[in-house]
């Protein structure tokens, strides 16, 4: 694993359906999809957790899955909880702001001082970063030099992927492929965010390794940002 001297190494980890998709439908949990992931997986994912310094999700995966992020399945620290929010309207009852790990929220200047304050007060981190939104690069900057992240995973969802993605800093793509098939146009799947023109716009991906965990299918990819 190379780690850039300004930001984490990142790594993207997703479950999939073959249609590619995250969930049942919009606004649905992803938690329900998770429940047929072979516990091989399970301990896969878990064991991902403890090896990195810091876990990210998008602001939406934590109200609709209410996610906690930690390490329960294996031995092992949890790593610190990293949710962007730029306006800071988490739910205070959210379990990432819970006792179970270390947790930063990352919001922009335009957050109101009063969320912010409600936010520390759970005994949270708050890192602001951006003016009007949280913006990736800054954010993963403050990571690195602050708080001494080397690698960070994300967990989603479509959204965050796709701005991490655009913003050029994902590294590694680890896919768990669940063998079922959802469809709808508008259930959310790996990346979100805006199509792209044309054929030089595509993020091209190396297949580095593929192996079966459990039940699960497990690919993994380096991502090959063009210059
Ligand atoms: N299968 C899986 O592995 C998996 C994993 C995770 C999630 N999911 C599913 O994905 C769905 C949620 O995905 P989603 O696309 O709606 O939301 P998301 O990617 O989880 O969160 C996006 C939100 O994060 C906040 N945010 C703040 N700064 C951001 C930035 N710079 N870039 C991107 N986001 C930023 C924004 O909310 P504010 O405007 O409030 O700041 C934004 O709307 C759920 O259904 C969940 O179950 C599936």
Same mark, same amino acid.
């Given at each position: 694993?190379?780690?850039?001297?300004?930001?984490?190494?990142?790594?993207?980890?997703?479950?999939?359906?073959?249609?590619?998709?995250? +969930?049942?439908?919009?606004?649905?949990?992803?938690?329900? %999809? $998770?429940?047929?992931?072979?516990?091989?997986?399970? &301990? %896969? !994912?878990?064991?991902?957790?403890? /090896?990195?310094?810091?876990?990210?999700?998008?602001?939406?995966?934590?109200?609709?899955?209410?996610? #906690? &992020?930690?390490?329960?399945? =294996?031995?092992?620290?949890?790593?610190?909880?990293? @949710?962007? *929010?730029? $306006?800071?309207?988490?739910?205070?009852?959210?379990?990432?702001?819970?006792?179970?790990?270390?947790?930063? @929220?990352? =919001?922009?200047?335009?957050?109101?001082?009063?969320?912010?304050?409600?936010?520390?007060?759970?005994?949270?981190?708050?890192?602001?970063?951006?003016?009007?939104? =949280? /913006?990736?690069?800054? &954010?993963?900057?403050?990571?690195?030099?602050? #708080?001494?992240?080397?690698?960070?995973?994300?967990?989603?969802?479509?959204?965050?992927?796709?701005?991490?993605?655009?913003?050029?800093?994902?590294?590694?793509?680890?896919?768990?492929?669940?063998? #079922?098939?959802?469809?709808?146009?508008? +259930?959310?799947? !790996?990346?979100?965010?805006?199509?792209?023109?044309?054929?030089?716009? $595509?993020?091209? %991906?190396?297949?580095?390794?593929?192996?079966? *965990?459990?039940?699960?299918?497990?690919?993994? #990819?380096?991502?090959?940002?063009?210059?």
């Amino acid at each position: 694993m190379t780690i850039p001297a300004d930001r984490p190494h990142v790594l993207m980890m997703s479950e999939i359906t073959a249609d590619g998709k995250l +969930t049942l439908k919009k606004g649905a949990s992803s938690k329900i %999809l $998770m429940k047929y992931m072979a516990h091989e997986t399970e &301990l %896969l !994912l878990h064991n991902t957790r403890a /090896e990195y310094d810091a876990i990210m999700v998008g602001a939406n995966t934590i109200r609709i899955d209410n996610s #906690f &992020l930690t390490v329960r399945y =294996v031995p092992g620290k949890s790593p610190l909880r990293v @949710i962007p *929010c730029s $306006m800071a309207d988490i739910p205070l009852d959210a379990n990432v702001l819970g006792p179970d790990a270390p947790t930063a @929220i990352a =919001v922009a200047e335009v957050a109101p001082e009063e969320r912010i304050e409600a936010i520390k007060k759970k005994g949270a981190h708050v890192i602001v970063a951006g003016k009007n939104h =949280v /913006e990736l690069p800054l &954010l993963m900057k403050i990571l690195r030099e602050q #708080f001494g992240v080397k690698n960070l995973m994300i967990e989603g969802g479509p959204t965050l992927n796709w701005h991490m993605l655009h913003d050029r800093l994902v590294d590694e793509i680890r896919l768990i492929h669940l063998p #079922f098939i959802v469809g709808g146009s508008d +259930t959310p799947s !790996l990346v979100g965010g805006m199509h792209i023109d044309n054929e030089n716009e $595509m993020i091209r %991906l190396n297949l580095k390794k593929y192996y079966m *965990c459990g039940s699960n299918l497990v690919s993994e #990819f380096d991502v090959l940002y063009t210059q």
